[in-house]
Antibody
Framework: EVQLVDSGGGLVQPGGSLRLSCAASGFTFSSYAMTWVRQAPGKGLEWVSVISGVGGSTYYADSVKGRFTLSRDNSKNTLYLQMNSLTADDTAVYYC??????????????WGQGSPVTVSS | EIVMTQSPATLSVSPGERATLSCRASQSVSRNLAWYQQKPGQAPRLLIYGASTRATDIPARFSGSGSGTEFTLTISSLQSEDFAIYYCQQYNNWPPITFGQGTRLEIK
């Protein structure tokens, strides 16, 4: 059974940092692209970042480029999102999601439960 | 960036009836389009990818159609568990991957 477990969210002050993790199981982790999608309170879905299967390619939304870093440890079946210089606009539930293929240009067939991030003083 | 526009914003339909949701892309996305269902407090669930391929374990009452810039999600006979928010997503021209703003399907 495919499982994605998000963790690492919480309350952080503006300008602070946070690292989210997504532990994967039930599939060959290195064979699939992994994505983070966020959802601000009461709002729709916003794509944040994607990393290819082996991790050679990463892409970011303009809203997070230069502040967020996506990485993966295929030996631990874990995805990481390092978030720096956080602002109130980053407040959202962050979901990790598995792509249907290796490259990232696909639908997202499994999602984590979501990790809430609140940026506030 | 490709802008995805969903209509209507809210759709009121009675159980057992058919629901038709639309998604329009600002430029062609070929058939690289997915549909998701999201219920309150839950993560989204993939329904359709490749514009018309049902994801694993998705009931046959859900169907997708379209190509280029115009797409439709049809739910043939609404069940109580189908009332939720539905999002379309394009993955043809990226980054960024973009979502529509969502259609809320509510009980009439």
């Amino acid at each position: 059974e495919v499982q994605l477990v998000d963790s690492g969210g919480g309350l952080v002050q503006p300008g602070g940092s946070l690292r989210l993790s997504c532990a994967a199981s039930g599939f060959t982790f290195s064979s699939y692209a992994m994505t983070w999608v966020r959802q601000a309170p009461g709002k729709g879905l916003e794509w944040v970042s994607v990393i290819s299967g082996v991790g050679g390619s990463t892409y970011y939304a303009d809203s997070v480029k230069g502040r967020f870093t996506l990485s993966r440890d295929n030996s631990k079946n874990t995805l990481y999102l390092q978030m720096n210089s956080l602002t109130a606009d980053d407040t959202a539930v962050y979901y990790c999601a598995k792509g249907l293929n290796y490259g990232g240009d696909s639908g997202l067939d499994y999602w984590g439960q979501g990790s809430p991030v609140t940026v506030s003083s | 960036e490709i802008v995805m526009t969903q209509s209507p914003a809210t759709l009121s339909v009675s159980p057992g009836e058919r629901a038709t949701l639309s998604c329009r892309a600002s430029q062609s996305v070929s058939r690289n389009l997915a549909w998701y269902q999201q219920k309150p407090g839950q993560a989204p669930r993939l329904l359709i990818y490749g514009a018309s391929t049902r994801a694993t374990d998705i009931p046959a009452r859900f169907s997708g159609s379209g190509s280029g810039t115009e797409f439709t999600l049809t739910i043939s006979s609404l069940q109580s568990e189908d009332f939720a928010i539905y999002y379309c997503q394009q993955y043809n021209n990226w980054p960024p991957i973009t979502f529509g703003q969502g259609t809320r399907l509510e009980i009439k």
